[in-house]
């Protein structure tokens, strides 16, 4: 398997992106080789730096970078050359099998989406994010972004990729897909809702009906289906709730020596925890329903965000994941 890497894209790119892909070229079976694309210079200057290159590791030189908050559409039309259009490219020739990518995430979706289409019989491809629940199982939020405004029958595909991604990625059996809406009764809801809900009723799927924002962190839903201006927004809050709740934590134990006493016994838990709630640990957002396999994953992304969104490249291609999406949207008739 060869995987493209966006050496440029992130926060802490070049630097933590090449920790990354080394660490995955030496540590995950089966990746054949990594191909950080970028500037070839500063590319080079960071694998010296770091001491630890590998074999596996292949340069493919870009002369342009997309900034974060540049106009997706524009910029990956104009810069041709950039690292996330050459991953894209690598993998639409075939040099690539999958590419990943810390970048301008719309400048990911749309270089993804124009230069590799969408699989056979989806009609959107759309971001499913992988985030910790009160139980040991995450959940897959989809669409976390990618759409603004769907369908009905666009909703219903997104519970089918979903699915695909839930059973055979993180190993849920049988995942629950819920419908993220305003009520738990079927009459709740907009249109769109209420039409996909009638959709997913009569589809092969574990469908529980619609969920709540209250329902999201229970664990007892595998998958919850949104379009994306929703699922953005749901994504946006839960990121801001959780670093308000860590500082707050913080600054309630370091209040005064005996509460910091008090911690010391408790980090043993804390650390399981936050180990638990981590998000580099999920391996970033696939954009699942395009021809290849694309990752995304967040800007601030270090070396092990870079590490095991790699590794899920690499089990997505191995579990033959894009035939099991067409697949399984073709026997749900949708």
Known sequence: MRIAVDAMGGDYAPREIVVGAVEAASGLDNVDSIILVGDETAIRRELDAYGKAHTSIKIHHASEAIDMGESPAIAVRKKKDSSINRCADLVKSGEADALVSAGNTGAVVVASSLKLRTLEGVQRPAIATVMPTMKKNPFVLIDAGANVECTPQILAQFAVMGSAYSRHIL???????????????????????????????????????????????????????????????????????????????????????????GAMFLRGAIKSMKQTMDPELYGGAPLLGVNGVSIITHGASTYR??????????????????NLIVEDIRKNGL
């Open 171 to 261: 190993g849920v059996d049988n995942p629950v897909v819920g419908l993220l809406s305003i009520g738990g009764e079927d009459s709740k809801g907009n249109d769109v809702t209420k039409e996909a809900f009638k959709m997913l009723e009569k589809s092969q799927l574990n469908f529980r009906g619609n969920v709540e924002g209250h329902d999201l962190f229970v664990g007892d839903t595998h998958v919850i289906v949104c379009d994306g201006f929703t699922g953005n927004v749901v994504l946006k809050t839960s990121e801001s709730v959780a670093k308000a709740i860590t500082k707050r934590i913080k600054d309630e134990f370091t209040a005064s020596p005996l509460r910091m006493f």
């Open 305 to 322: 965000a870079i590490y095991h969104a790699v590794r899920v490249a690499r089990d997505s291609l191995h579990h033959h994941l894009n």
